[in-house]
């Protein structure tokens, strides 16, 4: 049981080219969330979905794409990568919504030049 | 809009001190997460309140839900230096359409020195 595992975990991308990271869970979790991690911003929402292709936009979505097409896989992709997207992303799932922990991945640590 | 904010921002101790990092929400919250983060790693969920005025244990950890759930807060009793982390307090996102979600607060850097 791997719970939540992320793909890549390191990439630096110049300004300008696209990317997918993709994310999977093993635990048949309904809820999915991408987030991204800044220092001292905390965790913010970029995009999240409560099930099989659907998908919601989060606090800062612009950007960024999202898609859900099996229920344990979410992938968010970066269409023309802008040096304000560098940060660490972070996928999670929960079983449910609002009341159920949320399982988060490893991270994917990104750097846009 | 809906904020959580948490104090302070960071806290240095020596080990063996206490420490409390504090969770105010601008709503209501119907529930409270609590997330730690050790460095380079991600954030795991530690707990759950639910009830007004709620307390629950976990070995050396304290957790309080306020009384008008506004408001929470996380003790640690002689801290070791694998308390070292982030600590995130967590409550649902209540404007609508945003079902499942969670607003995180921006998170209490610990540091022990031993």
């Known amino acids: 049981n791997a719970g939540v595992t992320q793909t890549p975990k390191f990439r630096v991308l110049k300004t300008g080219q696209s990317m997918t990271l993709l994310c999977a869970q093993d635990m048949n979790h309904e809820y999915m969330y991408w987030y991204r991690q800044d220092p001292g911003m905390g965790l913010r929402l970029i995009h999240y979905s409560v099930g099989e292709g659907t998908t919601a936009k989060g606090e800062v979505p612009d950007g960024y794409n999202v898609s859900r097409l099996k229920k344990q896989n979410f992938l968010l992709g970066l269409e023309s990568a802008a040096p304000s997207q560098t940060s660490v992303y972070f996928c999670a799932s929960s079983s449910r919504g609002q009341t159920y922990e949320q399982y988060f991945g490893p991270g994917t640590r990104l750097t846009v030049t | 809009g809906q904020q959580v904010m948490q104090i302070p921002q960071y806290q240095h101790v020596q080990e063996g001190e206490d420490f409390t990092t504090y969770c105010n929400s601008s709503t209501t919250l119907s529930n409270i997460q609590w997330y730690k983060q050790r460095p380079g790693g991600h954030p795991v969920f530690l707990i759950q309140?639910?009830?007004?005025?709620e307390v629950k244990k976990q070995k050396r950890l304290t957790f309080q839900f306020g009384e008008a759930k506004k408001n929470s807060s996380l003790h640690i009793t002689a801290t070791q230096t694998t308390d070292v982390g982030t600590y995130f307090c967590?409550?649902?996102?209540?404007?609508?359409?945003?079902?499942?979600?969670?607003?995180f607060g921006k998170g209490t850097k610990l540091s022990v020195k031993p």
């Open positions: 309140l639910v009830k007004s005025g």
């Open positions: 967590a409550g649902p996102v209540n404007y609508g359409g945003s079902q499942g979600n969670l607003i």
